[in-house]
């Protein structure tokens, strides 16, 4: 990453990029090691990775506040700092302090197992800069290609994570492993140093030298246009990962995919000779507009997805490009990073701890999309006339993209007459849509959609309210399974939803909700009403609906069935489908007659086959529901696929007798049980991709179609 042409030696270049780019490995690798650990005790809701973001920003700081105050001064103390981080390692995170408020505790663990091997390593890309340009062997050459190779060290860590490490190694080794490598680099750390200053005369000259120096003060301005240009693109990473968490679900892949390609931006623009590409300084409105079109459109799918996450790359690299563009000499390089490091940390806490303070739904994409607008032109252009269209082809195509997104706001702000309610907090974006029913105009249908997945429906019209629809209509596949249990019976239901689940239990019956955001309950009681409906006796438990029942069941409290459907966007979070976490639902029934029923209708995962794999681990035998064919659903009737588990063969006979097939007549393809040491989700991920393109209809596995 050194500028060809010059006279370091090979040696010295290969030990300064292997530290900067081992040193940023461990950094990010750090950062889905610490998210895996705590998904067990918080949950995959989308904000718990946000805030860890957050943090790791704020860190971040830290460590360029230390390089810029200290890293000319320390010399060769500096290793010594390296040793501080061997007193949080290896990892191990298992208890979270209790104080009833998520953020706080989640930051009171992070600041504990996480703040200081984070605040070391990231002190890293810029020390070495430093290094290079106060070393007698490294004055006159560019060290910002250096931070190039940190963020190939970074992204290589992200995308390694996914799909080598996550897949094959647990989460205890993982950390051992880490811990190894940090070795490893504190050992390159140090031939970096004595590669560089090793000769004693080497450093008096310099010193000598660099005491003759004054350093003249740079413009505020110039460095409000740093902390901007990196501000924004980090506000901006925080709001599309939000977006993707909420359709596709939590989990290291979908955190890393847009942290990865923000890192890929630094890679290319601080690259030798970077800096903004040609073809971006003159298109970068009309990415902003197009950008602005696919928030305006409505519900996300894979395709729209992937869309906008190359539309943020292409931001990331015309923000990150000016950024580059606007460096400063060497000598200020540690004040140049401190900017960075502070704009991005701004715009980290602006969209975890702000924006769902201020704002009832995901207003901060459109916001920072104008944001954006405004800065860029402020940096880039000179007079407004540059941005309006001309009468060329280019200026009829950015002319129909400004007519396209009037118009589609438009649209937008009439369906958003049909939104009753809309709520944001920790847990995600809720609102509440009346809309018409498709076969009769004089009813309606009220849902409760989080991020644009369906989290429960109800007629309006007062004679048909009692009866559930969507996935929860009677004669499917949940109220089959719930019917399968006689009364008197007590259910416990993991995930409230809009309570549709009350509507099969009786006035004998008892059901225990278990919901970890304690806002649903107020939701599901004022605009629905199968809670006030149901006759059986009901509780809300408000917590993680794993941890809560553990809670429950060491009070000797039992279930004849357990009924999982809490879903993070559109799959459910992985810890409620480890051993563990079937282990722990057994213990909470109330004999080997109980039922265990999960249900996995989603978009993107196959996640019936891990169900199997869980009982083949635990000897339980399974059902799984037939869904039906195309053609014999209504339009408020949607197909549901269910899994049941129990101890007791015969307990599945009501459910066969439904016409559901047992687990091993199926033609699922293996799959490798999870646990709360290892997990992939990239094996469900891409059996559901084969299921949903095998033809336009849904296909069950072992169709002869």
Known sequence: MIPRGTNLAREKIVALTSTVFLGAFLLFGME???????????????????????????????????????ARKTGVWHLALLLLPFAA???????????????????????????LPFVVLSTTAVVVQVWLSESISGKGYDPYPLYAASNAGSFVALFGYCFVIEPFVGLRMQSILWTAVYIVYVALAGISWYSLFGDRRAVNRQSETGSKTALVPLSRVLYLKWILLSGLPSAFLLAVTNVIILEIGSFPLTWTIPLGLYLVSFIVTFRTGGGTPGWLRRLWPEILMVAMLFYLVGPANLLSAFITLILFFLICLVSHGSLYEFRPPPQYLTGFYLAVAFGGWLGGAAVSLLAPMAFSGLYEYPLLLILFTAVLFWCRHRSVRELLPDFTLFGFLRASLILLVVVQAGRMITISQEVRFQHRNFYGSYRVVDTPSTDDKQRGIRTLVHGSTLHGAQWLDGDEQKEPIYYYYRGGAISQAISAIPSPKSIAVVGLGA????????????????????DIEPMARRWFTYLDDSKAEQRVVVGDGRVSMQRDCSKNIRYDLIFVDAFSGDGIPVHLLTLEAADTYRGCLADDNGLLVFHVSNRFYELRPLIKAIARERNLHGALNVPLIEGQLRPEQFNTWCVALTSNRRSLQPLLDAGWIRLGEDELNPMHHWSDDFSNPLEPLWEGVKLRYRGWKIVPPWSSE
């Not at 949950?43 to 957050?54: D, N, R, S, Y």
């Not at 390692?89 to 703040?115: E, K, M, N, Q, S």
């Not at 309570?499 to 304690?518: C, L, N």
């Open 32 to 70: 889905p090691l610490v998210g895996r650990f705590l998904t067990p005790l918080l949950g995959g809701t989308a904000h718990v990775w946000l805030i860890c973001l957050m943090f790791f920003q704020a860190m971040l700081l830290v460590g360029y506040l230390y390089s810029h105050l200290f």
């Open 89 to 115: 390692l290896p990892f191990d995170i298992r208890h979270l302090p209790g104080t009833g408020y998520p953020v706080g505790d989640l930051l009171f663990v992070l600041l504990v197992h996480v703040a």
């Open 499 to 518: 309570g549709a689940a009350a509507a099969f239990v009786g006035e004998r019956d008892r059901v225990t909700f278990y919901e970890i955001d304690p």
